[in-house]
């Protein structure tokens, strides 16, 4: 399965990226070392969306905090990229691919990672990590 992590980015061009404790969503506690994962430069801390494809180097789930009842799962993660984007790709260009029922690749981005504006790792279906993919080749 493959990934994507949205958050605050310093260096988009760095080789290895690490996030400390970040929230999982639809399917991203499942992130683990080996699999692949799409970075998106958080445009709300000022990236610009799509930035790197990657692989996981490292994923460490964070203990949850006692007494609070309800908590999204958290991870730490290493991330060695492998490849910078050749295309943007992010809010603006998703924007239109608002109705959640369509089933295009696009559409399950723009859910997934813009529907709430939250950091977050999510998991994606063969079909947008096709997608993504496609933002890599020359």
């Known amino acids: ?21 970040q929230k999982t969503m639809y399917g991203g506690k499942h ?3 080996g ?3 799409f970075v998106f430069a958080s445009e709300n801390e000022g990236g610009q969306g799509l930035i790197a494809r990657g692989v996981v180097t490292s994923a460490e789930p964070v203990a949850k905090k006692r007494g609070i009842a309800r908590q999204t799962p958290r991870v730490t993660l290493s991330i060695k990229r492998t490849a910078l984007a050749r295309r943007p790709l992010g809010r603006r260009e998703l924007r239109s691919l608002s ?12 859910f997934k990672l813009y529907r709430q ?9 063969d079909e947008a990590a096709a997608f993504l993919a496609s933002f890599f080749q020359p």
């Open 1 to 21: 399965m493959a990934f994507a992590i949205k958050a605050e980015v310093h260096d988009a061009r760095a080789k290895t990226f690490a996030f400390v404790a």
């Open 31 to 33: 992130v683990a070392e």
């Open 35 to 37: 699999d692949t994962i």
């Open 99 to 110: 109705d959640w029922n369509d089933g295009k690749p696009g559409t399950e981005l723009n």
């Open 117 to 125: 504006a939250t950091n977050k790792i999510v998991g994606l279906s």
